[in-house]
């Protein structure tokens, strides 16, 4: 009969602990071995052993720096910043997250390259939108084809002269409390005379407070399926804005995305974007095409 005591005196052909993991040497030696009783190499795990510390180790090379991002110095990554919003970059308040596609997208785009100093370039004024001349704006504003609240007002407004043609351009920001964002890009020009109630605008996009207004077809098929003409009467003054040739040439090569209307004493177009050069320069010839048309007949 065993006992526990008999396991610490091992009898001939009882389990004994490998020579590789520090048992009886003289089994290391056996003739068996490799090498003709050449000791076997001890077994250590993987990435046990480490590597001599010589001095002429290679060096890898130091990389610079990564290169600071620019700072947005314009106007409107300020207000971004001030109210919390989105970041010049589209990230969201406080997140270092990297845009995503619909970021891209929606991502508002205005004074990238700073409209304000465009417009100082070409000798134009900069106002925020609350002084004396811009009173009339609001009210341009509240007419305009689009649906805003009591808390959109005219901002950054920049007034100058393109071509023969005197302008006002502004954004529409939306206002409430510390939560500030540029919505629209507005530019307008002062009527001379008197014109009926009208909006030209994409015949894809949804139409707000038209009730009064009747179509005004142009007679070109191609013009007529990308866009509509509404006016507060069929007036001789309305029938030569929609068959102007010029009109319908500069739209078309467009991607509708612009609306046109007269309110306030302007006729005025706006996008849903924040104004920058690019803008500005756009409107002022789609505007200088719509003008002469509405002025042929004074």
Do not use: C
């Not at 520090?22 to 030696?29: F, M, N, Q, R, T």
């Not at 707000?208 to 070109?220: E, F």
């Amino acid at each position: 009969m065993s006992t526990p005591r008999d396991r610490d005196q091992p009898d001939e052909g009882s389990w004994q602990e490998p020579a590789h993991l520090g048992g009886d040497e003289e089994a290391a030696k056996a003739p068996d071995a490799p090498g003709g009783g050449t000791p076997a190499p001890s077994w250590q795990p993987p990435g046990w052993d480490l590597p001599a510390a010589t001095p002429d180790r290679e060096q890898r090379p130091v990389e610079p720096p990564a290169a600071e991002e620019p700072v947005d110095q314009s106007g409107h990554g300020r207000r971004q910043r001030e109210a919390g919003g989105p970041d010049w970059q589209g990230r969201g308040p406080g997140r270092g997250r990297a845009r995503g596609e619909v970021d891209r997208v929606f991502a508002y785009e205005g004074d990238l390259v700073g409209a304000q100093g465009w417009a100082l370039q070409h000798g134009w004024t900069v106002s925020d939108g609350s002084g004396p001349q811009d009173a009339g704006l609001r009210e341009l504003v509240a007419s305009a084809p689009v649906r805003l609240t009591k808390d959109h007002r005219p901002a950054s407004v920049l007034r100058g002269r393109a071509g023969a043609l005197d302008l006002v351009a502004f954004d529409v920001l939306y206002s409430s409390g510390r939560y500030q964002v540029p919505e629209y890009a507005v530019t307008a020009a002062p009527l001379l005379g008197s014109v009926p109630a009208l909006r030209l605008s994409p015949a894809r996009l949804w139409k707000h407070g038209v009730s009064g207004l009747v179509p005004v077809v142009s007679g070109n098929p191609v013009f007529d399926t990308r866009w509509t003409l509404l006016a507060a009467e069929d007036s001789p003054q309305v029938r030569r804005l929609a068959q102007d040739p010029t009109v319908h040439g500069l739209l078309l090569g467009t991607d509708d995305g612009d609306e046109f209307w007269t309110g306030a004493g302007y006729v005025a177009a706006i996008r849903p974007d924040g104004h920058r050069p690019a803008l500005l320069e756009h409107h002022a010839r789609l505007l200088t095409a719509v003008v002469q048309a509405l002025a042929a007949g004074y």
